[in-house]
């Protein structure tokens, strides 16, 4: 008897290692035929797919200012993706980021323009803002929803507009938050004024034409200590209690409502604070565009990362590299919107197979179940 069970555990453990080379494989391939159809779009427009590789690669890993550019860029991507993670375990879809991105803009620079006192306590004032201002514009969504059954994927979505608009109007008028000009000058790109340079986030490294700021650490750090909590934590254990069986949390005695509540604020809370060390780390003001597109490249990474806490770090830092590496795309001649498209392809080798394992896995555990029953 016990020879056959390490016999089957034998089996078992092989067939585990077989199935899980198969589908590194598989996913390998995938990203190959990415770059393959990446490369016959590059030769279609008439540019040579070797050179813009190249020059991509170069821009994003090939010496400090590019190193640099792509950990800037791999910060704001990992907060947001972050966040994403927190409401997916919840089997909650916010995708209102750029929206959450501009709020947590706006309460950092309000802070960060008025707030007396030292350099540290400012910026530290402006980062708690910039959660706050995020984690309640999600929260709008999560009121939405579990007070008037509003999918949180629509309202969200419309936020973002709403967002832009309240944004909008502060930065165009002096007497909120418009930029001060002297001789009633009028700026064509409506702003605010720029931050004090004492509450700036610091620097890491620096040198001729680079900078690392500290949100590179802050965003690893979050990665981390989110990873700790949904995994160790009871408040963990019925946040994905809520996600997989909402029926059967509520019968063991979880509040599901206020869990996934709790996970729309924190998940716009980490967008928020994506906007504090872009505010702090890269522009030190408000404009419109603020967001830059980093809301929708987190969502992307999270997914790339398997909704994981710990895979969002490379994916995050891939996305980054792709956005530094695209910035050198026009001395090639490629418009830079090739990223993009290079993105999406990336995007879709990886999410796709990964999305038919995990249904697959869903399956054969359902038709197990049905058996032992």
């Known amino acids: 008897m016990n020879r056959a069970s390490e016999r089957n555990s034998v089996t078992g453990r092989t067939s585990q290692s077989a199935r899980t080379t198969f589908r590194t494989l598989v996913m390998v391939l995938s990203a190959g ?62 995708i209102g980021q750029e929206g959450q991105i501009t709020m947590g803009g706006l309460a950092g620079v309000a802070v960060g323009l008025y707030l007396p006192g030292p350099g540290w306590v400012v910026l530290i004032a402006v980062l708690i803002a910039g959660m706050l201002g995020g984690g309640l514009w999600a929260g709008v969504a999560g ?146 565009g603020f967001s830059s597109g980093y809301g929708w490249e987190g969502l992307l990474a999270a997914f790339v990362g398997n909704l994981n806490p710990l895979l969002i770090i490379p994916s995050s830092l891939m996305f980054g590299a792709l956005r530094a590496g695209g910035g050198v795309l026009s001395a090639t001649g490629v418009s830079p919107t090739i990223v993009g498209v290079v993105q999406g392809l990336v995007v879709i080798a990886i999410v796709v197979p990964a999305a038919v394992f995990r249904t697959i896995d869903r399956r054969a555990a359902v038709s197990l179940k049905a058996e032992r029953t």
């Not at 490369?39 to 640099?68: C, E, T």
């Open 33 to 94: 035929a990415a770059l393959v159809a990446s490369g016959l779009l590059l030769i279609l427009a008439g540019s040579n797919p070797v050179d813009v590789f190249v020059s991509m690669v170069r821009g994003s890993l090939g010496s400090k200012p590019s190193l640099v550019s792509t950990l800037n860029h791999a910060a704001p991507i990992m907060l947001v993706a972050t966040g994403v993670v927190i409401a997916g375990r919840a089997n909650l879809l916010n």
């Open 143 to 288: 009121i939405m929803k579990y007070k008037r059954g509003v999918s949180e994927v629509i309202s969200s979505l419309l936020l973002i507009v709403v967002a832009a608009q309240i944004a909008s109007f502060a930065v165009n008028r002096t007497w909120l938050l418009g930029e001060e000009m002297a001789d009633k000058y009028v700026t064509a790109l409506p702003r605010t004024n720029l931050l004090k340079p004492d509450s700036h986030m610091p620097l890491l490294v620096e040198g001729s034409g680079f900078r690392l700021h500290a949100g590179i650490v802050v965003a690893v750090a979050g990665a981390l200590v989110v990873r700790r909590v949904l995994d160790s934590t009871r408040w963990g254990f019925h946040l994905r209690m809520t996600g997989l069986n909402e029926t059967a949390a509520k019968a063991q005695g979880v509040a599901t409502a206020a869990h996934g509540a709790t996970a729309l604020f924190l998940s716009g809370a980490f967008a928020g604070l994506c906007g504090g060390v872009l505010l702090t780390g890269t522009s030190f003001r408000l404009l419109d």
